[in-house]
């Protein structure tokens, strides 16, 4: 990403208090772990950071660092609150309220048909405050957010939209998008690098686990050069690199399972019997060696380098 980006990115975050991170709906364990990972950093700056999914998060990306904190609505909860009453006409005469020492109460007086409700239908809701600066991870379009981005309280935050797909629309005012990119968590480990922003070993656990996914551990062709260079930082950081796991053999429907533990059986011998004339052609090299093999070598080379 140019500079120019970085530098637009670097002085929201130092002039915003109030910062939200946002991905799509059943993110990806690339988009989720770079969404984590940018929350997990950007919380070690004293500032107020959220970070929220338009849906619970799925079992996939359960064991990234910090999933727990990830909420299903957008902005603090320092908002309105809201007291919703269930209304049918000739219920509710009129609404008032009291004070009374540190409460304040409400008052729903009855009209003439009566209250047709009780306390359990009752809802209480807290309106979410619009963040200052909100990072959009890994989402094409503004849908794809559902309910988590309400355009009439976001007028006034600054969107970053980064994403690594084609079909992004572009949408916000800083954008960190290029299909280049063969994950998402690369280009938030280098915004992290960049920025002189922590990098930790949990931070670096997640970005690690969603570059390895995306890229199927390396070994997609699609994989950029950036992914390798922000995996050898994130492996001096102590992040493990997944291990591959190797398929399982399948066996035809009438390979039955006798049959595979008898042809197991008629494999071993050969290979012991294989790895025995191996070492007994070592040990007869061994004791008769070249007839030269004592004699002094003199190595003529060059000594340019």
């Not at 603090?76 to 005469?93: A, H, T």
């Not at 009291?98 to 009209?111: E, P, S, W, Y």
């Not at 995306?214 to 994130?234: I, K, P, R, W, Y």
Request: aromatic letters at 6%; one cysteine or more; glycine letters at 6%.
């Amino acid at each position: 990403m140019d500079n120019l980006t970085f530098s637009k990115i670097k002085e929201a975050i130092e002039k915003y208090n109030s910062i939200a991170i946002a991905t799509r709906k059943d993110p990806s364990v690339d988009e989720m772990g770079a969404a984590l990972s940018l929350y997990l950093s950007l919380k070690t700056t004293g500032k107020a950071v959220s970070i929220a999914t338009p849906s619970n998060p799925l079992v996939e990306v359960s064991s990234l660092v910090g999933i727990d904190e990830v909420k299903t609505n957008l902005g603090s909860e320092s908002g309105d609150l809201v007291v919703s009453f269930p209304y049918k006409e000739g219920e509710i005469e009129k609404v008032s309220y009291t004070r009374d020492d540190n409460f304040l109460n409400i008052v729903v007086k009855a009209g003439e048909l009566g209250l047709g409700f009780s306390e359990k239908d009752v809802k209480f809701t807290r309106g979410a405050v619009a963040p200052e600066l909100l990072f959009v991870i890994g989402s094409p379009r503004v849908s794809d957010l559902g309910n988590l981005f309400d355009v009439t309280i976001l007028k006034d935050t600054i969107v970053v939209n980064i994403d690594n797909k084609a079909e992004n629309q572009g949408y916000g005012d800083i954008l960190m998008v290029s299909g280049r990119l063969s994950s998402v968590c690369e280009a938030i480990a280098n915004l992290i690098l960049g920025l002189n922003l922590k990098m930790d070993l949990d931070i670096a656990q997640n970005l690690m686990l969603g570059i390895a996914t995306a890229t199927d551990n390396f070994q997609s062709e699609h994989t950029s050069a950036l992914a390798f260079e922000m995996a050898g930082v994130l492996l001096r950081q102590g992040a493990l690199r997944p291990s591959n796991s190797l398929p399982r053999r399948k066996l035809s429907a009438n390979f039955e399972n006798d049959q595979f533990e008898e042809k197991k059986e008629e494999v071993k011998p050969r290979v012991q019997k294989q790895i025995i004339e191996e070492i007994k052609q070592e040990q007869k090299s061994t004791l008769n060696p070249p007839e030269d093999w004592l004699e002094p070598k003199i190595y003529k080379g060059s000594t340019s380098f």
